[in-house]
């Protein structure tokens, strides 16, 4: 298989996100929130509006692509001092299970690493086991748990986990 990760630098190649995110987010949150919640969070974190003001306020965008398909995407900002945010790291459901994610996360660690970070924090949701598992093998360690309100009467209930790049 041949891999490469793309930089979405424009409005317009943001798409490939939202295209993604249209699989992958009703299969992961179908069994972990109540299905009024996932259409809610899909308009308040993929409406366009919403990631082009991001992209405006430097949130660094990348489409891994497998064998010429957009198959995963990551998100990542500048967080606080010498910290940076992972803010997404999805990945189809059929590329699961093939090392995929440990190179998606191999490579923000390395760009945020070469831009001066000396760590990494995300927060995943306290119910999605999988994704769990797969950061705890990754060098992320749990560092606080956090229920935040996002409006509309729904909560995002994480853990939020951080990975030193020394």
């Not at 692509?65 to 995963?72: L, R």
């Not at 059929?94 to 994610?101: L, N, T």
């Amino acid at each position: 298989m041949i891999t490469s990760f793309l930089t979405l630098e424009t409005p317009e190649s943001l798409q490939i996100v939202r295209d993604i995110a249209a699989e992958v987010w009703p299969r992961t949150f179908a069994p972990i929130l109540p299905p009024e919640q996932i259409p809610y969070m899909m308009r308040m974190m993929y409406a366009p509006e919403v990631m082009e003001r991001e992209l405006r306020e430097g949130y660094r965008f990348a489409a891994l692509v497998v064998d010429g398909v957009p198959s995963g995407y990551i998100s990542w900002s500048p967080y606080h001092g010498d910290t940076a945010k992972l803010h997404k790291v999805y990945l189809l459901t059929s590329c699961h299970g093939k090392g995929f994610g440990r190179m998606m996360l191999d490579y923000a660690s390395d760009v945020c690493r070469a831009a001066g970070f000396k760590r990494l924090r995300l927060n995943v949701n306290k119910h999605n086991e999988r994704a769990i598992s797969v950061y705890l093998k990754n060098g992320f360690e749990t560092v606080e748990s956090v229920k935040n309100d996002i409006g509309g009467g729904f909560y995002m209930d994480d853990y939020v986990m951080e990975k030193r790049l020394a």
